[in-house]
Protein backbone atom coordinates (compact mmCIF):
# COMPACT_ATOMS: atom_id res chain seq x y z
CA UNK A 1 0.00 0.00 0.00
CA UNK A 2 1.56 3.14 -0.85
CA UNK A 3 1.84 5.34 2.37
CA UNK A 4 3.52 8.11 4.02
CA UNK A 5 4.61 6.89 7.57
CA UNK A 6 5.49 9.02 10.26
CA UNK A 7 6.36 8.16 13.85
CA UNK A 8 5.34 8.80 16.67
CA UNK A 9 2.11 9.44 16.60
CA UNK A 10 2.08 11.00 19.85
CA UNK A 11 4.84 12.46 21.86
CA UNK A 12 5.23 14.53 25.15
CA UNK A 13 8.85 15.72 26.11
CA UNK A 14 10.04 18.88 28.05
CA UNK A 15 11.87 21.68 26.80
CA UNK A 16 15.80 21.29 25.56
CA UNK A 17 15.37 17.78 25.03
CA UNK A 18 16.72 16.34 21.54
CA UNK A 19 14.19 14.86 19.80
CA UNK A 20 13.01 13.17 16.38
CA UNK A 21 10.08 12.65 14.31
CA UNK A 22 11.01 10.20 11.78
CA UNK A 23 9.46 10.04 7.95
CA UNK A 24 9.12 7.61 5.30
CA UNK A 25 7.46 6.94 1.82
CA UNK A 26 7.33 3.78 -0.05
CA UNK A 27 6.19 5.64 -3.16
CA UNK A 28 9.61 6.51 -4.48
CA UNK A 29 8.76 10.18 -4.55
CA UNK A 30 11.24 12.92 -5.31
CA UNK A 31 9.57 15.92 -3.35
CA UNK A 32 9.33 15.25 0.53
CA UNK A 33 8.13 18.41 3.14
CA UNK A 34 7.35 18.95 6.99
CA UNK A 35 4.03 20.84 7.86
CA UNK A 36 3.03 22.35 11.24
CA UNK A 37 -0.82 22.53 11.65
CA UNK A 38 -2.13 25.26 14.16
CA UNK A 39 -4.97 26.58 14.58
CA UNK A 40 -6.45 29.00 12.98
CA UNK A 41 -3.29 28.99 11.06
CA UNK A 42 -3.40 26.31 8.74
CA UNK A 43 -0.70 24.05 7.37
CA UNK A 44 2.85 26.20 7.25
CA UNK A 45 5.45 24.61 5.80
CA UNK A 46 9.20 23.98 7.73
CA UNK A 47 11.02 22.19 5.34
CA UNK A 48 11.06 21.02 1.86
CA UNK A 49 13.33 18.37 0.22
CA UNK A 50 13.74 18.27 -3.82
CA UNK A 51 15.25 15.22 -3.27
CA UNK A 52 18.13 13.37 -1.74
CA UNK A 53 21.02 15.40 -0.22
CA UNK A 54 18.68 18.74 -1.04
CA UNK A 55 17.00 20.24 1.50
CA UNK A 56 15.65 23.91 1.84
CA UNK A 57 13.57 26.06 4.34
CA UNK A 58 9.69 26.75 4.11
CA UNK A 59 7.77 29.33 5.92
CA UNK A 60 8.59 28.60 9.62
CA UNK A 61 12.00 26.85 9.86
CA UNK A 62 13.43 28.02 12.94
CA UNK A 63 14.19 25.92 15.66
CA UNK A 64 13.73 22.93 13.20
CA UNK A 65 16.19 20.86 11.35
CA UNK A 66 15.94 17.95 8.41
CA UNK A 67 18.28 15.64 6.37
CA UNK A 68 17.38 13.79 3.33
CA UNK A 69 20.46 10.77 3.25
CA UNK A 70 17.88 8.36 1.48
CA UNK A 71 15.22 9.36 -1.02
CA UNK A 72 12.43 7.33 1.02
CA UNK A 73 13.09 9.00 4.51
CA UNK A 74 12.97 12.46 5.77
CA UNK A 75 13.45 12.85 9.84
CA UNK A 76 12.29 15.98 11.51
CA UNK A 77 14.72 16.92 14.46
CA UNK A 78 14.14 19.63 17.30
CA UNK A 79 17.31 20.18 18.70
CA UNK A 80 16.48 22.08 21.61
CA UNK A 81 12.22 21.82 21.52
CA UNK A 82 10.22 24.89 22.95
CA UNK A 83 6.77 25.13 24.36
CA UNK A 84 6.11 27.39 21.03
CA UNK A 85 6.58 23.95 19.07
CA UNK A 86 4.02 22.47 20.47
CA UNK A 87 2.13 21.35 17.36
CA UNK A 88 0.28 18.80 15.29
CA UNK A 89 3.17 17.81 12.72
CA UNK A 90 2.66 16.20 9.00
CA UNK A 91 4.63 14.96 6.54
CA UNK A 92 4.19 14.86 2.89
CA UNK A 93 5.23 13.66 -0.30
CA UNK A 94 4.87 14.02 -4.15
CA UNK A 95 6.87 12.86 -7.22
CA UNK A 96 8.29 16.17 -8.47
CA UNK A 97 7.34 19.05 -6.05
CA UNK A 98 4.24 21.03 -4.26
CA UNK A 99 2.65 21.53 -6.90
CA UNK A 100 1.98 18.26 -7.36
CA UNK A 101 -1.00 15.96 -4.94
CA UNK A 102 0.51 15.89 -2.13
CA UNK A 103 0.40 12.43 0.76
CA UNK A 104 0.47 13.50 3.71
CA UNK A 105 1.38 11.00 6.43
CA UNK A 106 -1.65 10.49 9.87
CA UNK A 107 0.79 12.84 11.60
CA UNK A 108 2.73 13.84 15.05
CA UNK A 109 0.79 15.49 17.89
CA UNK A 110 3.94 16.86 19.99
CA UNK A 111 3.25 18.33 23.05
CA UNK A 112 6.73 20.08 24.56
CA UNK A 113 6.24 20.99 28.77
CA UNK B 1 0.09 39.55 0.57
CA UNK B 2 -0.81 36.42 -0.57
CA UNK B 3 -3.66 34.91 1.40
CA UNK B 4 -6.14 32.25 0.62
CA UNK B 5 -9.44 32.84 2.87
CA UNK B 6 -12.20 29.82 3.48
CA UNK B 7 -15.24 30.53 4.68
CA UNK B 8 -17.34 29.58 6.30
CA UNK B 9 -15.11 28.19 9.29
CA UNK B 10 -17.90 25.39 10.08
CA UNK B 11 -20.81 24.41 8.41
CA UNK B 12 -23.75 22.12 9.73
CA UNK B 13 -25.92 20.57 7.62
CA UNK B 14 -28.59 18.14 7.17
CA UNK B 15 -27.92 14.75 5.14
CA UNK B 16 -29.06 15.92 1.36
CA UNK B 17 -29.06 19.78 2.00
CA UNK B 18 -26.64 20.59 -0.44
CA UNK B 19 -24.15 23.85 0.21
CA UNK B 20 -20.99 25.40 -0.95
CA UNK B 21 -18.09 26.21 0.62
CA UNK B 22 -15.84 29.52 -0.51
CA UNK B 23 -11.97 29.92 -1.11
CA UNK B 24 -10.79 33.38 -1.92
CA UNK B 25 -7.01 33.73 -2.94
CA UNK B 26 -5.14 36.83 -3.95
CA UNK B 27 -2.07 35.54 -5.27
CA UNK B 28 -0.11 36.84 -8.17
CA UNK B 29 0.56 34.09 -10.58
CA UNK B 30 -1.34 31.40 -9.65
CA UNK B 31 -0.39 27.87 -10.21
CA UNK B 32 -3.10 25.60 -9.22
CA UNK B 33 -5.89 25.19 -6.41
CA UNK B 34 -5.77 22.19 -5.21
CA UNK B 35 -8.48 21.16 -2.50
CA UNK B 36 -7.85 18.65 0.46
CA UNK B 37 -10.12 16.93 2.82
CA UNK B 38 -8.96 16.04 6.42
CA UNK B 39 -10.77 13.80 9.10
CA UNK B 40 -10.24 14.08 12.30
CA UNK B 41 -6.83 12.31 13.65
CA UNK B 42 -5.73 11.88 10.37
CA UNK B 43 -3.52 13.80 7.46
CA UNK B 44 -5.06 15.72 4.59
CA UNK B 45 -6.02 13.54 1.71
CA UNK B 46 -6.05 15.11 -1.62
CA UNK B 47 -9.29 16.04 -3.90
CA UNK B 48 -8.81 18.28 -6.97
CA UNK B 49 -6.48 20.64 -8.51
CA UNK B 50 -7.73 23.20 -10.54
CA UNK B 51 -5.33 24.98 -12.89
CA UNK B 52 -7.08 27.67 -14.71
CA UNK B 53 -10.45 29.80 -14.12
CA UNK B 54 -13.66 27.66 -15.69
CA UNK B 55 -12.39 24.66 -15.09
CA UNK B 56 -14.52 22.20 -12.75
CA UNK B 57 -13.99 18.67 -11.63
CA UNK B 58 -16.26 16.20 -9.66
CA UNK B 59 -16.10 13.50 -7.85
CA UNK B 60 -18.88 11.54 -6.20
CA UNK B 61 -21.03 14.06 -4.35
CA UNK B 62 -18.30 16.78 -4.54
CA UNK B 63 -17.62 19.14 -7.35
CA UNK B 64 -14.75 22.03 -7.33
CA UNK B 65 -14.91 25.46 -9.91
CA UNK B 66 -12.64 28.16 -10.17
CA UNK B 67 -12.59 31.52 -11.09
CA UNK B 68 -10.19 34.38 -10.95
CA UNK B 69 -10.82 35.28 -7.61
CA UNK B 70 -12.14 32.14 -5.88
CA UNK B 71 -13.08 28.37 -5.44
CA UNK B 72 -16.05 26.59 -4.64
CA UNK B 73 -16.14 23.35 -3.53
CA UNK B 74 -20.62 22.34 -3.99
CA UNK B 75 -21.43 19.20 -1.96
CA UNK B 76 -24.44 17.89 -3.56
CA UNK B 77 -27.09 15.79 -1.26
CA UNK B 78 -24.49 15.37 1.52
CA UNK B 79 -24.11 12.52 4.06
CA UNK B 80 -22.65 12.08 7.51
CA UNK B 81 -19.35 10.01 5.92
CA UNK B 82 -18.78 13.40 4.09
CA UNK B 83 -18.44 14.97 7.32
CA UNK B 84 -14.47 16.45 7.70
CA UNK B 85 -12.55 19.90 7.44
CA UNK B 86 -11.84 20.45 3.61
CA UNK B 87 -8.60 23.01 3.03
CA UNK B 88 -7.87 24.90 0.13
CA UNK B 89 -3.73 25.39 -1.25
CA UNK B 90 -2.85 27.62 -3.62
CA UNK B 91 0.30 27.39 -5.48
CA UNK B 92 2.52 30.67 -7.10
CA UNK B 93 4.56 30.96 -9.91
CA UNK B 94 7.76 30.93 -7.68
CA UNK B 95 6.54 27.30 -6.58
CA UNK B 96 5.15 28.31 -2.31
CA UNK B 97 2.10 26.66 -1.57
CA UNK B 98 -0.17 28.50 0.73
CA UNK B 99 -3.10 26.52 2.30
CA UNK B 100 -6.00 27.79 4.02
CA UNK B 101 -7.13 27.24 7.64
CA UNK B 102 -10.19 24.88 6.03
CA UNK B 103 -14.21 24.83 6.55
CA UNK B 104 -15.41 22.34 9.05
CA UNK B 105 -18.36 20.63 7.70
CA UNK B 106 -21.15 18.63 9.78
CA UNK B 107 -23.07 16.73 8.34
CA UNK B 108 -26.42 15.35 10.79
CA UNK B 109 -28.39 12.22 9.83
Known amino acids: EAQVTQNPRYLITVTGKKLTVTCSQN?????MSWYRQDPGLGLRQIYYSMNVEVTDKGDVPEGYKVSRKEKRNFPLILESPSPNQTSLYFC????????????FGSGTQLSVL | EDQVTQSPEALRLQEGESSSLNCSYTVSGLRGLFWYRQDPGKGPEFLFT???AGEEKEKERLKATLTKKESFLHITAPKPEDSATYLC??????????FGTGTRLQVFP
Open chain 2, 50 to 52: LYS
Open chain 2, 89 to 98: AVSRNTDKLI
Open chain 1, 92 to 103: ASSFFGRNEKLF
Open chain 1, 27 to 31: MNHEY
